[in-house]
């Protein structure tokens, strides 16, 4: 195993790159490219666990490309976090492929047309990978644009004028963001004469005072656009709920979570002496309590989780700006479980459309009588995001609170109480959602969809007649598959919530003592 890691390692970035090339040669020749797309991405799902095995029993891998060793040459870093992560986002990415592909095949709107969305998918999945195995920050810049080009083309799938106008807004908020880190980059470059994360956790301690707070404030600055972190965050509900679901679910799951990745990677790695701790603590209380009160405000579902989904960031910032293991443990936690939880949300989100027609609650209603399957699939990871126990959310929250107690100071105890009331108002506005869209008659809405009512009724006098009555679905069969793994791996970081917090613990060691990094990065070995 410790011979064949640092041959995988590369290869979650390098696999959906030649995937990538081949879908575009097989554009024409729908079912091959959807094939080809599909092993891509289970194939790095088997890779990405692997090296999470590997790393947790070996150590961090360190693969120089092109056989330049660091801190001149370009490294990927295989650690516990960013092997935990890749796992994540691989079965996410995977899932939410068979989602897309199921959806295009059965929908004649052509919303996610496969010669263009497998492409630009599979690009969109190397740059993710690239991002959590990047040694330095220009390669994590680098993996930034892979992931944000691919992204302007998802975005904006079908070309209708909703999505254009959001499209415009993501550019140019990306574009502000990519220039900030670039920006920052020069600096850190030309102050220290490196970009290698390893060797400039070494090298920035020693610079004056006002230069590292504004190479931190500079990074602080991209990485918190990135992550949709208040006040930066205005841009995220206008431009996520435009894009078709697929897209939505795997933004709203992974994009903002890179730009967490990165800051963890910030605080603990280059600046573990931080002097911003106070100002990241005000930012994710804020960005919890304006987030949930902007989802309360909305009617339309879409638009709801992307407001929880600000808000949620908050929560794991907090655990960052502890700067304590106990908080980063709970930080990685709770990220895995908002990872996957938030993807299954906008998921049962695209089945919900489908099958009702619409996502705003002034339309819909019936929806657990019409449909079951897809109110269970729904109301699973909802009630998971509104922290109810046993679920992990409520596991992640707790653990945060904790390791909010014990750092004894005010502030944090300031942090526990807003977490709390966002928490209370996530099962607030969930459960309104739930009772609007599921349970009401839909004949009592402001914007009543003749279809539903006529079947909501006839389900009714069938009902009342004593007749059996089968329930339709109403989607895909390969789309509910697709959605219920996601929804059973939400289960599943409740079941195993023991292994998930012993390697969170383990990797926020590991961050916890960056020399233990630095010496495997310095001393790589070559690819």
Known sequence: ??????????????????????????????????????????AVMIIATLILFGVDTHGPQVVAIG???????????????????????SLVTLCVLVYALSQDANDDSNETPISVFNPSYLVLCAGIANSFLAGDLFNLYVGFEMFLVASYVLLTLGATA??????????????????????????????????????????????????????????LLGFGIKAAIFP??????????????PVTAVFAGLLTKVGIY???????????????????????????????FGAIAQSEIKRIVSFTLVSHIGYMLFGVALGTSFGLSAAIYYTVHHIIVQTALFLAIGLVEMRGGSTSTRSLGGLMVLSPVITIIFFIPALNLSGI??????????????????????????????????????????????????????????EPNEDLVEEFTDRKKTLLAGKKWTSQIGVPPAMVVATSVVVIAS???TVAAEPLWDMSNRAAENLSTPIDYVTNVLGGEES
């Not at 650690?79 to 994540?88: E, G, K, W």
């Not at 502000?176 to 090298?203: D, H, K, P, W």
């Not at 990165?262 to 309590?289: K, N, Q, Y």
Request: with cysteine; net charge negative; proline share 7%.
């Open 1 to 42: 195993m410790i011979d064949l890691l640092p041959v995988l390692v590369p290869l979650p970035v390098l696999l959906p790159l030649i995937g990538a090339g081949i879908a575009l040669i097989l554009s024409k020749h729908t079912r091959t490219q959807n094939i080809v797309s599909i092993a891509i991405l289970v």
């Open 262 to 292: 990165a800051i963890i990677r910030t605080e603990t790695l280059l600046f573990a002496e931080s002097s911003l701790r106070v100002p990241l603590l005000i930012a994710a209380g804020l960005t919890m309590l304006v987030g949930i």
């Open 162 to 219: 909703e999505r254009i106008r959001a499209g415009v807004t993501y550019v140019i908020i990306s574009l502000v963001s990519s220039v900030i880190f670039l920006a920052a980059i020069g600096i850190i470059y030309a102050a220290c004469g490196t970009v290698n994360m390893a060797q400039l956790s070494e090298r920035i301690s020693d610079l004056p005072a006002d230069v590292q707070m504004i190479l931190h404030v500079l990074l």
């Open 232 to 245: 930066l965050s205005f841009w995220l509900p206008d431009s996520y709920p435009t894009a078709p679901a």
């Open 389 to 446: 126990p046993p679920f992990s959310g409520f596991i992640g929250k707790v653990a945060l609170f904790l390791a909010g107690f014990d750092d004894h100071a005010w502030l944090p105890t300031v942090l526990i109480v807003a977490g709390t009331v966002t928490s209370l108002l996530t099962l607030y506005v969930i459960g309104r959602t739930f009772n609007l869209a599921f349970w009401r008659d839909p004949a009592d809405v402001e």
């Open 67 to 89: 056989g330049w060793q660091p801190p001149a040459g370009i490294v990927l870093v295989a650690d516990r976090l960013s092997s935990l992560m890749l796992i994540v986002s």
């Open 491 to 493: 289960v599943v970081l």
